[in-house]
């Protein structure tokens, strides 16, 4: 037995000690120190702090225990219903004690039976706005002697507040985290949508080019087809009359072999552009790896696109091995050319500028593939390079840059396994240079 003041020292002591430990901890860790504690102040078998939940079995009210002291060591979290048990007037905002007997009390209560509990003393966790978060209980196999009574109840007010201080806490951060996820979520979709529009929008640039292209060799096949009809109308005038010289038959063929020849050829350069551009388009949807003969597959590449090059009156210079067979996902690849050689058109040149070359050159060090490109034009100052590679950075806002071209190349070197950065080697324009290695590894 303590007199008044023993039990305050006590009290207080019990206080400055779980304080002090909790202090240092928070989350889980805090209520796996906090019932620890609790039970060696008050010298019980058992301390259980739970927060309130809504059991998935019928929908009733319920506690997730959140960290339960067994008298030597922690025991395995649990749920269990509050539907009668004592712990069911702690959620409802009463303090409970009962120094013993509680099992008489409560004789649906299972756990209390598992416990070997005989005294039971609870109190509500409860939130800012009044709402009950959890309880935090103390039971023990014996009954608590009347002077624990008011130290128990004192420590354990005390803790709860602390408790529902942390759980909102936990719920803030939780809520927090959950937006954060979503608007993580929300960016990610955007940028890939973003991501995709920047390649239709380049591929639109190549089909608009493609398109113009085109139509002079088919505008002189379908003039030399005309030639053809009219070629074919005077010689079936000429057989079926009266007269007809072997020189004006001669003279007719060779000009029927001539539009022929000119239909054909010209025929032979449309097909060729819309093939390089339907593989450029279709390789650009494609992630599969597959064999390529490396030079043969850049100069496609930079075939497809001398529509939009003539356009802008930019030359390409090839350096490139005679062979190079590798496997590789020729899709990716031909997106970051594309990316860089449409890239070089609408930053690199002044438009006074009429000199305007891209260099690429391909070569081999050791298990590694060395690409780089580079123009001869205006440059970029030192002070907006390091920050080429960033999402949605752009100099051309106002003419319609998207600043995701060069975030694009750099994310698909990467899915390739290999590295890209700025050339700092002196001399006129920008350059880049392409690590890659020998056979990409994630496909």
């Not at 008011?150 to 709860?160: G, V």
């Not at 608007?183 to 529009?197: C, I, K, N, P, S």
């Not at 970029?380 to 390079?385: G, K, S, Y």
Request: with cysteine; charged share 20%; glycine share 10%.
């Amino acid at each position: 037995m303590f007199d008044e003041a023993q039990s305050r020292r006590l009290a207080e002591a019990a206080l400055r000690s779980i304080t002090l430990s909790t202090s240092r901890v928070q989350g889980e860790a805090f209520f796996r120190v906090l019932v620890r504690d609790l039970a060696a102040a008050l010298d019980v078998a058992y301390v259980i702090a739970g927060r309130l939940v809504t059991m998935e079995e019928d929908g009733s009210e319920g506690i997730q225990t959140l960290a339960v002291w067994g008298g030597a060591d922690w025991l395995p979290n649990l749920a269990y219903s509050l539907k009668g048990t004592p712990c069911s007037n702690v959620a409802e905002q009463s303090m409970c004690f009962y120094p013993c007997g509680v099992q008489q009390a409560y004789p649906d209560d299972l756990l209390l039976g598992e416990m070997g509990a005989q005294s039971y003393v609870g109190t509500p966790m409860v939130g800012t706005t009044g709402q009950s978060l959890g309880i935090l209980v103390a039971l023990d196999k014996r009954e608590i002697d009347a002077d624990k009574h008011l130290l128990a109840l004192s420590l354990l007010s005390i803790f709860a507040a602390r408790g529902a201080a942390e759980l909102q806490h936990q719920d803030r951060a939780a809520e927090l985290e959950r937006e954060v996820h979503a608007r993580t979520e929300e960016l990610r979709l955007a940028t890939t949508a973003l991501v995709e529009r920047e390649k239709l929008a380049a591929l639109g640039g190549l089909v608009a080019g493609v398109a113009h292209e085109v139509n002079t060799p088919i505008g002189i096949a379908v003039t030399a087809a005309s030639g053809m009809e009219e070629f074919a109308r005077e010689l079936s005038r000429k057989l079926d009359g009266d007269k007809v010289s072997r020189s004006e038959l001669q003279q007719l063929a060779r000009r029927l072999q001539s539009a022929a020849t000119l239909v054909g050829s010209n025929l032979a350069r449309a097909a060729a552009l819309v093939g390089g551009f339907k593989t450029l388009a279709v390789d650009q949807g494609s992630e599969s790896a597959q064999q390529l003969d490396l030079p043969d597959y850049l100069r496609a590449i930079v075939q497809a696109h001398q529509p939009v090059l003539k356009s802008a009156q930019v030359q390409v210079q090839l350096t490139l091995p005679d062979e190079l067979r590798l496997r590789l996902v020729g899709g990716l690849l031909s997106q970051i050319l594309s990316n860089l050689l449409l890239n070089a058109i609408t930053h690199a040149f002044d438009e006074a500028q009429t000199d305007r070359r891209i260099a690429i050159g391909l070569c081999e060090l050791g298990e590694t593939l060395e690409l780089r490109v580079r123009d001869n034009g205006r440059g970029v100052p030192a002070e907006i390079r390091p920050r080429l590679f960033e999402p949605f950075f752009t100099t051309k806002r106002d003419a319609g840059g998207s600043g995701l071209g060069l975030h694009i190349v750099q994310t698909l070197v990467q899915r390739l396994g290999g590295t890209v950065r700025l050339d700092e080697a002196a001399g006129p324009g920008l350059g880049f240079i392409i690590r890659l290695p020998r056979e990409t590894p994630h496909f």
